[in-house]
């Protein structure tokens, strides 16, 4: 198995891949949309310039502290193997290449490069590059890695067993952590007052939902293993947020995503309260623990909140709506941006049950 050190890369200012953006900063006489690709291309089998192509959208004073999560979840990419060239995992790499693509292209568009955004993923970045704040980077950067997760569906199947168990976990986990931001009621209950600290990207509260080296496994592929005696291993804190705050949560979890992100289809990722996007339905029993039950009882008593359970129904409207989806070929476009959108499938997601998720507010 190959291994990379992640620690012997040299500083973030100075790591390969950050000239991407300077040698694309000249006259915007390419379309936003070629240019972007040919910069991820550029990188796309160096894992190192992958991480400084990341590094390098943040450049700029008023954005730079934003950049700390999603480097530490790179960073755990690189370290554990999936965005090697030779070896990797095609899926990991291709969700990686969706979240570098649309940064780096709403990056081109707001220097005043031609063309709009070529998916609905873009125009959250240019929204936050033009007025940055905590809430914008994570409907921006959700927004990426959805769409990533949505478009490459077709290569979980090559994935083994395990990988796919955790691609439903790392979902999980950055839907909470923006739920945690935007909706702290419905992420932590009575402990809501601690929402934005923990979720706050530039803090390393943050850390503890989006880096995800305490969650997910330092190697790729992973050892033939049983599912039961991975998760017997997982750190004992992780193991209480995840069971005793998160899972509790995730139709909920789901439904308020769906509704934030305007991806209809999210919430069918979620079938009776069970993340199926690759983990399958059958094997639901992995997201249900007989380990430390004192402890997660007493999150989940800390964290309860009657509030939690009103958007189970929009959950439900959402997955109507994601299987009409699902079952329409035909797409128009929306009048926003050239957005693609079935026929029939209604009016935006924004304008679905907003007065119910506003008493979550």
Same mark, same amino acid.
């Given at each position: 198995?190959?291994?990379?050190?992640?620690?012997?890369?040299?500083?973030?200012?100075?790591?390969?891949?950050?000239?991407?953006?300077?040698?694309?900063?000249?006259?915007?006489?390419?379309?936003?949309?070629?240019?972007?690709?040919?910069?991820?291309?550029?990188?796309?089998?160096?894992?190192?310039?992958?991480?400084?192509?990341?590094?390098?959208?943040?450049?700029?004073?008023?954005?730079?502290?934003?950049?700390?999560?999603?480097?530490?979840?790179?960073?755990?990419?690189?370290?554990?193997?999936? @965005? %090697? &060239?030779? $070896?990797?995992?095609? =899926?990991? /790499? #291709?969700? *990686?290449? +969706?979240?570098?693509?649309?940064?780096?292209?709403?990056?081109?568009?707001?220097?005043?490069?031609?063309?709009?955004?070529?998916?609905?993923?873009?125009?959250?970045?240019?929204?936050? @590059? %033009? &007025?940055? $704040?905590?809430?914008? =980077?994570? /409907? #921006?950067? *959700?927004? +990426?890695?959805?769409?990533?997760?949505?478009?490459?569906?077709?290569?979980?199947?090559?994935?083994?067993?395990?990988?796919?168990?955790?691609?439903?976990?790392?979902?999980?986990?950055? @839907?909470? &952590?923006?739920?945690?931001?935007?909706?702290?009621?419905?992420?932590?209950?009575?402990?809501?007052?601690?929402?934005?600290?923990?979720?706050?990207?530039?803090?390393?509260?943050?850390?503890?939902?989006?880096?995800?080296?305490?969650?997910?496994?330092?190697?790729?592929?992973?050892?033939?293993?049983?599912?039961?005696?991975?998760?017997?291993?997982?750190?004992?804190?992780?193991?209480?947020?995840?069971?005793?705050?998160?899972?509790?949560?995730?139709?909920?979890?789901?439904?308020?995503?769906?509704?934030?992100?305007?991806?209809?289809?999210?919430?069918?990722?979620?079938?009776?309260?069970?993340?199926?996007?690759?983990?399958?339905?059958?094997?639901?029993?992995?997201?249900?623990?007989?380990?430390?039950?004192?402890?997660?009882?007493?999150?989940?008593?800390?964290?309860?909140?009657?509030?939690?359970?009103?958007?189970?129904?929009?959950?439900?409207?959402?997955?109507?709506?994601?299987?009409?989806?699902?079952?329409?070929?035909?797409?128009?476009?929306?009048?926003?941006?050239?957005?693609?959108?079935?026929?029939?499938?209604?009016?935006?997601?924004?304008?679905?049950?907003?007065?119910?998720?506003?008493?979550?507010?």
């Amino acid at each position: 198995m190959i291994t990379v050190d992640v620690s012997s890369y040299c500083p973030i200012a100075t790591v390969p891949g950050r000239d991407m953006f300077e040698l694309h900063s000249g006259p915007m006489t390419t379309g936003a949309e070629q240019r972007a690709g040919e910069m991820v291309a550029a990188v796309r089998d160096d894992p190192a310039r992958r991480l400084g192509l990341a590094a390098a959208f943040y450049e700029r004073p008023d954005i730079r502290s934003y950049r700390r999560a999603e480097v530490a979840f790179m960073k755990w990419q690189i370290r554990c193997g999936v @965005l %090697r &060239a030779d $070896g990797g995992s095609p =899926w990991w /790499r #291709a969700v *990686n290449e +969706s979240l570098l693509r649309d940064a780096a292209e709403a990056d081109l568009l707001f220097r005043g490069s031609t063309g709009a955004g070529s998916n609905r993923s873009v125009d959250p970045w240019l929204a936050f @590059l %033009r &007025a940055p $704040g905590p809430e914008r =980077w994570y /409907r #921006a950067h *959700n927004s +990426s890695i959805v769409g990533g997760y949505l478009r490459h569906r077709d290569l979980v199947a090559g994935e083994g067993s395990l990988e796919r168990f955790f691609m439903d976990v790392a979902l999980l986990r950055v @839907l909470y &952590a923006h739920c945690l931001l935007v909706r702290p009621k419905l992420a932590l209950g009575r402990l809501a007052v601690f929402g934005r600290l923990l979720g706050d990207p530039r803090r390393r509260g943050a850390d503890l939902f989006l880096s995800l080296k305490d969650v997910l496994p330092d190697a790729y592929p992973l050892e033939n293993v049983g599912i039961d005696k991975v998760l017997a291993a997982e750190n004992y804190l992780s193991r209480i947020v995840d069971y005793g705050v998160i899972v509790p949560r995730i139709p909920q979890l789901y439904a308020h995503a769906a509704e934030d992100l305007g991806e209809p289809e999210l919430a069918g990722l979620c079938r009776d309260e069970f993340p199926v996007y690759a983990w399958p339905y059958e094997e639901r029993h992995v997201w249900r623990t007989a380990e430390s039950p004192f402890a997660i009882a007493l999150a989940r008593t800390m964290t309860r909140s009657d509030l939690a359970r009103l958007p189970t129904q929009i959950s439900h409207d959402y997955q109507l709506r994601s299987r009409t989806i699902a079952s329409s070929d035909r797409v128009m476009c929306d009048a926003q941006g050239g957005r693609t959108r079935p026929v029939g499938a209604g009016p935006p997601p924004a304008d679905l049950s907003d007065r119910r998720l506003q008493l979550l507010l």
